[in-house]
């Protein structure tokens, strides 16, 4: 089975934890397109979707799906989205795609978070893959250096403009250690708008599909 359909099959999983007549939070990414597309199936049994990209947005309206505001909802029952990678504890890097900012703020209204992911995403450790970064424009050297004081190398992701119009520097080189330390650590710096740890609001439930079948993981 390929990475294609691990991905459909973990998409098509969550849908059974979609409550009838509420609002969706929905992520980003390639995982969340196969999502977006079972959703709707059953597109006439929610209430609409808050998204987390104009990437996502498009997707959902082009399935005929009513895209909220979220300043016009306070009740996310259930918020889903990938990772790119996730640990046992629930707790991941996300934003390669670099919607992390939005992502965060549906993730951190939303009742539940469900992830979605292939076995790739799996990891021991978090920090093999680039910890994103957003920053304002006028702040990115400032914060660059102040993550190399962290012990990372920051990388710019040039050409890249976020949802939000600020810039993605990309963290290479981490063994995360203490999640929770780093992601506050990060946040601390000013000019930083968020990063890509979801540590301390980490996934509620995991559904990591693999040749074997689709294995639903619950935070401890
Ligand atoms: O900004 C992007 C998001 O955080 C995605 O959830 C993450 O990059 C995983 O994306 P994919 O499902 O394409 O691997």
């Known amino acids: 089975m390929d990475a294609k359909q691990l991905k459909q099959q973990a998409a098509q999983a969550a849908l059974e934890f979609i409550e009838p007549n509420t609002i969706v939070g929905v992520g980003t990414g390639s995982t969340v397109n196969y999502f977006i597309d079972a959703l709707a199936t059953m597109k006439d049994d929610i209430a609409g979707a808050v998204s987390s990209s104009e990437a996502s947005t498009q997707r959902l309206q082009e399935h005929g799906i009513e895209v909220i505001e979220l300043n016009h909802t306070a009740d996310i ?72 004081k962290l012990g990372g190398d920051p990388v710019w992701r040039e050409g ?20 929770m330390k780093l992601e506050q650590q990060l946040n601390n710096i000013v000019g930083v708008v968020t990063n890509g740890l979801f540590a301390q609001r980490g996934a509620d439930i995991a559904l990591i599909a693999s040749a074997s079948g689709v294995d639903q993981r619950h935070a401890d």
């Open 77 to 148: 029952p259930v918020y889903v989205d990938g990772a790119d990678e996730i640990t046992a504890h629930l707790q991941m890097i996300k934003g390669g795609g670099g919607a992390l900012t939005r992502e965060k703020v549906i993730a951190a209204v939303a009742k539940r978070f469900v992830c979605i992911a292939d076995e790739s995403k799996l990891v021991d450790v978090l920090g093999r893959f680039p910890l994103p970064v957003e920053v304002l424009p006028m702040a990115r050297s400032y914060v660059a250096r102040e993550i190399v």
């Open 160 to 179: 890249f403009v976020t949802d939000n119009g600020n810039l993605i520097l990309d963290i290479h080189n981490l063994t995360i250690l203490e999640p």
